[in-house]
């Protein structure tokens, strides 16, 4: 996969040249300029130069035909979180919640056998409102068709960018924002109510019941996106 995305390049310079080259998931930054598929999102991170690569994997976008109210009121998580901490620790906290549709795919895992599930095609995915998107080794590979579809990404800041650049993206304005611990930021009070209207505009109304981050003061504008939530609603975290 990388040879033939970097051949669509390299293939008009000279075989007499060289490049520095760090394939496969990028989580540090080389010491000379090298092309790389992901960086850490750092203030020295010069060296990393993001090309579109691994683009079969991590450049998928859908044709999402089902309206957002239309969506279970759910979130959902299907992943790998062998020798992932940062999904674990989410599994931990929130297999049993009933707002939570969680499974793990790994193979040869010793995490809990009940968290072992078959994956789901991107179209059941997007039977659900909310979407989790998270980092594994770096990026969330889902992020960028979860964010052409009519569902709402929902997951912490994120630590690694690929050409997508991540980076750039606003905080409850293009994803849901969550504390990286995961940590619950509205207090549950029975059980949550159904979400009503549509996507569009979503956060305005999700003010007013819910604070994903409340340390961070662009986590409390909302601006953009939203979903309209009833009084008390809740996320479970």
Same mark, same amino acid.
């Given at each position: 996969v990388y040879f033939f995305d970097t051949y669509q390049y390299t293939r008009w310079f000279s075989d007499q040249f060289q490049w520095g080259f760090c394939p496969g998931d990028v989580t540090f930054v080389p010491d000379y300029p090298s092309i /790389? !598929?992901?960086r850490p999102l750092t203030d020295d991170n010069v060296n990393s130069? /993001?090309?579109k690569l691994d683009k079969v994997r991590h450049f998928i976008f859908v044709e999402d035909k089902k309206a957002f109210t239309e969506k279970k009121n759910m979130v959902i998580f299907r992943g790998k /979180? !062998?020798?992932k901490p940062s999904r674990k620790l989410f599994m931990e906290m929130y297999f049993h919640h009933p707002m939570c549709d969680l499974g793990d795919v790994s193979k040869n895992t010793t995490d809990p056998a009940e968290w072992r599930t078959e994956k789901k095609t991107i179209n059941e995915h997007?039977? $659900?409102k909310f979407i989790m998107a998270l980092e594994g080794i770096d990026v969330a590979s889902n992020l960028k068709w979860v964010m052409s579809s009519n569902s709402i990404a929902v997951m912490p800041r994120p630590t690694c960018e690929t050409w997508f650049m991540e980076g750039t993206l606003i =905080?409850? $304005?293009h994803y849901i924002e969550i504390k =990286?611990?995961?940590a619950k930021a509205y207090a549950e009070r029975g059980r949550a109510k159904n979400l009503k209207g549509d996507k569009e505009g979503a956060f305005?109304?999700?003010k007013k019941s819910i604070e994903l981050n409340p340390e961070g003061e662009e986590a409390k504008k909302f601006e953009g996106q939203h979903a309209n939530f009833e009084n008390k609603t809740y996320m479970p975290f």
């Open positions: /790389v !598929k992901s130069i /993001v090309m /979180v !062998k020798g997007l039977d $659900y =905080p409850n $304005y =990286p611990d995961f305005e109304d999700l």
